[in-house]
């Protein structure tokens, strides 16, 4: 088994999911996150208690959202393969896909 933890932005979020969904993977848990790579954030104007001061900063950090899945070995190639495929340069979205195998699972309060 291999665990998918997907970084993307917020509003890719259902197409994420979208792929996901049409290669049956049952569990997602996503989490909104900030953080920082190599994607160049966008200057926005400065807020001081509510107020907007007039003057733009950009921030250290963005906002990310972080998908995690567990899926089968033999599902874990066509779904990074169609991550890649629909997030590419040309529709402006960008993320990271890590992999990582998972050597034993087991659900709490069965005999599973």
Avoid: C
Avoid at 48 to 66: A, F, H, L, Q, W
Avoid at 74 to 87: A, E, G, H, R, Y
Wanted: aromatic share 6%.
């Amino acid at each position: 088994m291999k665990e998918l933890s997907i970084f993307v932005r917020r509003v890719d979020l259902d197409q994420v999911t979208g792929i996901l969904k049409k290669h049956n993977v049952g569990g997602i848990s996503f989490y909104e996150i900030n953080g920082a790579g190599k994607a160049k954030r966008e200057a926005v104007p400065e807020m001081v208690r509510s107020y907007m001061t007039g003057r733009m900063i950009t921030p250290d950090y963005e906002k990310r959202t972080k998908i995690e899945t567990i899926v089968p070995d033999s599902t874990m190639n066509p779904i990074v393969d169609d991550l890649k495929n629909n997030f590419n340069s040309k529709t402006g979205a960008n993320g990271m896909i890590f992999v990582k195998d998972v050597s034993e699972a087991h659900e709490i309060g069965t005999k599973i």
